[in-house]
Structure formats: structure tokens, C-alpha cells
């Protein structure tokens, strides 16, 4: 049956990420026909432990009683309904919701249907604010080396993961591009505040110069996910908070990979007591369910739009499945879940179970390092361990780390030569040994040559 399935899936459809010549023989489609909880299931009765929610997007599993439910309720209520002179419920409620659980002063919610279209919103909007307060000029962004926005032509222009950006260059606005204060390049003896601060002077160095024509600074506050799960300390989003209102630029804290909870708090920002001028959701948003983003801002820029109809201060960007009801409803019970149970003290339990069972693979002598933010651990594989020489990338040793683990029921997805775990948070403490240890035993059978 996997096998079926998988020859008529070829056959006609297109897979995301993937060069389609692979799955001749690299990586044979996998057909699921059920989740439950943190765990898929093929249609040959295999099953995997979804160690990386399904791109991120999971929070409480597969399936899971609470959520269905809310969406099955909302079903039978009204699915969609044009968002532009229309409301309901759920749109309201979960407005309300981000707005209370938001960093202070995020006080307005804008709706799209998925993270891209979110970082979209975002960056015109940032434009469009100093043009309706007539400073036109301010036409320019500031990005980080490795971060990653999304795939749309704005998203990935303000995005630097090369992999994913250089083909289409040609196409893309042009950004400034300051160094990432990623812990990974601290020098002997540094600390992961310490290189954050040295990182940060080229930073400010580029808002100083360059502020007369920065509309906004956009960043992945703590991890860069999609650019290798690279970490940095706090401080540097209080710095560039402080350096962003100094030079009159905006911050826009792309949290869409790591709201939620990913990194031990509800929002990586509060970790560095910082609100951004803008925030984008998505992913986590709808615990996984169905698609959906939003962009929070606070009053000043909302009062920037707001004026009458003939001035043509209007943000009039929109998609034809903004705001859908049963996307908010489903993210309204995702929240809801956040507000009656502990989860965040859940995950810290967690999260320490993570980095216990990771213990192991430190001294692996193709291990760099191991990282971890909250429930994101990841390992970084390199060919020599004193160097850090990297592996060739046309090696594949994260491949051969994924075809091992799905042998052993575990869905992995390493980005490049680094293998993570970012899972559901209702998995188990047993479950999380499982998943490390058989990772550990795929990472040696991927690099024992
Ligand atoms: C996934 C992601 C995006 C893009 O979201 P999509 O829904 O895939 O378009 C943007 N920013 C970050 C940090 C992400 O991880």
C-alpha cells in the first residue's frame, strides 16, 4: 500500500524542499495515514516519532481531542467568510488572545494565512508606516546573515539562507545584511553574552549609518532555525531594541518558528524584556492544524493608517482566506490550552530531559557541539571536531542520519550536517529518551566512515 500511494503521489504531485529526483531512490515517499499524539503512522501499520512537529508547526500532538474537537465544533458553525467589512467569533477571540498574551503594548492583530505572507504584511507595513508619517525615504531593511523568513519573493529577500536565496537574486529588493551574533562562532573563553555583544557593534554600527533609509530591522529572536538551528544569547535583542529607538528604525521579531513556547517562554522576546514594533505568528499558531498567521503592532502604527478615506492612508493589503474561522478557532483552543495548563513549566521538566539524554553525544567525536533553547536541542555534525571542519555537503550525512532513524521509527529532518529535536510538547519523558537515543545511533552510523 506505502508503495502504491507513493508511485501515484510521483506521478503527479510536487513536493516542497525536495529535488523529486531523490525519491527514486534517496528517500521513498512515505505515505501517512494517521497521527496520534507525537506519533504517524504509515499504511504499512510503521510508525515514527514525529521528532520535528511536522516542520514546527505541531504543539500537542497529532489528533489531538481538544483541538479536533474545536475545529469539528466550528465546522458545523460557519467555515469562512470574507474578513474584509465581516467578522466572528473566533477572529475576535483570538485577536483578543495574542493581544493579551503578547509582549506589552501589541495591541493590534492583522491576519494572513501563512508565515510568509506574514513577514509580507510585515515589511510593507514597516514601508508604509514612515511613508503615512512622511518620512518616504525610509525604504530599506536590515537583515542577519543565515536568517530565514520564508520563501515568497519579499520574505526571501530579507532572508539570507543562500540555499534558498542565491538562484533567485535577481528578482529580490536589495537588504543590508549585518553579521549574526550566533553563539557557534564565540571565540575560546567567550560566552554566548559576550559574543552577542561583540556581534552586536557592526549592528549598530549599520543602523547608525544607514538609519535615514532603514524602514525596519528583522529578526529571529534567539534561534535561527531554517539556518541550522544557530542560537545567540538574549541581550542582543535588548541591544538592538535600545539601538532601533535611538536610530527611529523598526524591529520586527519574526517568531514564527519560535513563539509558542519553543524556547522556554510563550514568546522568545520575553526572554530579553523587549516589545517589538512588529511581531509576525504563524506555525505554532494553530497548534498545527490549519493555516494561518498573524502580525501583532501597537498603537503608534496603527494610528499611522488611520485617517480619512480620500487621504489613501489605508493598509490595504489582503488575501482571500484571511482571517478564517476555522483556522481561528483552532487557534483560539490552541491558546486556551496555554492558558489552563502549565505548559510552559511543563516543557522546562522537558526540555531538561532533553539535554539529559543528549548528555551523551558531547564527547561523539563527530559532534561540535550540542545547543539547546528550551525544547529546541540540536547536534552539529562536522567531519573534524577540533576544526570544525564541516562535512561536504554532497556527503549527506543528514540524510543518511534521516534514513536511519525512519528505519527506527523516528521522523528527523536535519537541516544540512545538524540534527535537532523540536518536538510535540506532549511528549513523554520515555518518548524523549527513545527519540535521542536512537538519534544518537543514527548519527553514528551516519558518520562512522
Ligand atoms: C517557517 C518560517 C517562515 C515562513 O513560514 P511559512 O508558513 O512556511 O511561509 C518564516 N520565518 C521563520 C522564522 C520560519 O521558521
Given at each position: 500500500m506505502n508503495q502504491r500511494l507513493a508511485a501515484r503521489d510521483l506521478a503527479h504531485v510536487w513536493h516542497p524542499?525536495?529535488?523529486?529526483?531523490?525519491?527514486?531512490?534517496a528517500m521513498p515517499m512515505i505515505p501517512i495515514r494517521r497521527g496520534q499524539g507525537v506519533w504517524l503512522e504509515d499504511f504499512e501499520g510503521r510508525r515514527y516519532l514525529d521528532c520535528i512537529s511536522s516542520w514546527w508547526?505541531?504543539?500537542?500532538?497529532?489528533?489531538?481531542p481538544t483541538l479536533n474537537a474545536a475545529v469539528r465544533d466550528q465546522l458545523e458553525q460557519l467555515?469562512?467568510?470574507?474578513f474584509a467589512g465581516f467578522t466572528h467569533e473566533p477572529a475576535i477571540e483570538l485577536a483578543e488572545a495574542l493581544t493579551n498574551v503578547?509582549?506589552?503594548?501589541?495591541?493590534r492583530c492583522f491576519f494572513a494565512d501563512n508565515g510568509s505572507a506574514a513577514i509580507e504584511v510585515a515589511v510593507k507595513m514597516s514601508f508604509h508606516y514612515w511613508r503615512n508619517r512622511g518620512r518616504g525615504g525610509k525604504t530599506r531593511f536590515l537583515t542577519l546573515t543565515n536568517s530565514y523568513h520564508g520563501e515568497t519573493l519579499g520574505a526571501l529577500a530579507v532572508g539570507n539562507v543562500a540555499l534558498y536565496k542565491d538562484i533567485y537574486a535577481p528578482l529580490l529588493m536589495e537588504v543590508f545584511t549585518a553579521p549574526t551574533?550566533?553563539?557557534?562562532?564565540?571565540?575560546?573563553?567567550?560566552s554566548w553574552e559576550d559574543c552577542a555583544r561583540r556581534l552586536f557593534l557592526p549592528m549598530r554600527a549599520m543602523l547608525e549609518q544607514h538609519a535615514g533609509v532603514l524602514a525596519g530591522v528583522i529578526v529571529e529572536p534567539l534561534v535561527q532555525c531554517a539556518g541550522n538551528m544557530r542560537m545567540y544569547h538574549p541581550i542582543y535583542l535588548k541591544l538592538l531594541r535600545e539601538a532601533c529607538d535611538e536610530f527611529q528604525v523598526h524591529l520586527i521579531a519574526?517568531?514564527?518558528?519560535?513563539?509558542?513556547?519553543?524556547?522556554?517562554?510563550?514568546?522568545?522576546?520575553e526572554q530579553a524584556s523587549i516589545t517589538p514594533d512588529l511581531m509576525c505568528l504563524s506555525k505554532g499558531l494553530t497548534g498545527g492544524y490549519l493555516p494561518l498567521s498573524a502580525v501583532l503592532a501597537g498603537e503608534e502604527i496603527y494610528d499611522a493608517f488611520y485617517d480619512e478615506y480620500d487621504k489613501l492612508n489605508a493598509f490595504l493589503h489582503s488575501h482571500s482566506y484571511t482571517g478564517n474561522a476555522l483556522a481561528c478557532a483552532v487557534a483560539r483552543a490552541t491558546l486556551n490550552i496555554f492558558a489552563t495548563e502549565p505548559v510552559i513549566e511543563r516543557n522546562r521538566v522537558l526540555a531538561t530531559r532533553m539535554a539529559t539524554a543528549a548528555a551523551a553525544l558531547v564527547d561523539h567525536p563527530h559532534v561540535a557541539e550540542v545547543r539547546q533553547t528550551g525544547m529546541i536541542l540540536a547536534v552539529e555534525l562536522v567531519r573534524e571536531k577540533r576544526t570544525r571542519e564541516p562535512y561536504d555537503y554532497r556527503e549527506r550525512r543528514g540524510l543518511r542520519v534521516y534514513r536511519h532513524g525512519l528505519t527506527q521509527g523516528l521522523l528527523l529532518r536535519p537541516v544540512g550536517n545538524v540534527v535537532y529535536f523540536m518536538p510535540p510538547y506532549v511528549i513523554t519523558e520515555p518518548e524523549i529518551d527513545f527519540m535521542i537515543g536512537v538519534a544518537g545511533e543514527a548519527i553514528e552510523a551516519a558518520t562512522c566512515d
Open positions: 524542499c525536495t529535488q523529486m529526483k531523490d525519491h527514486e531512490r508547526v505541531n504543539l500537542f500532538g497529532h489528533a489531538n467555515e469562512h467568510v470574507i503578547a509582549p506589552r503594548g501589541l495591541t551574533p550566533d553563539a557557534w562562532q564565540r571565540e575560546a573563553g567567550e519574526d517568531e514564527i518558528a519560535v513563539g509558542f513556547g519553543r524556547t522556554g517562554t510563550l514568546f522568545a522576546c
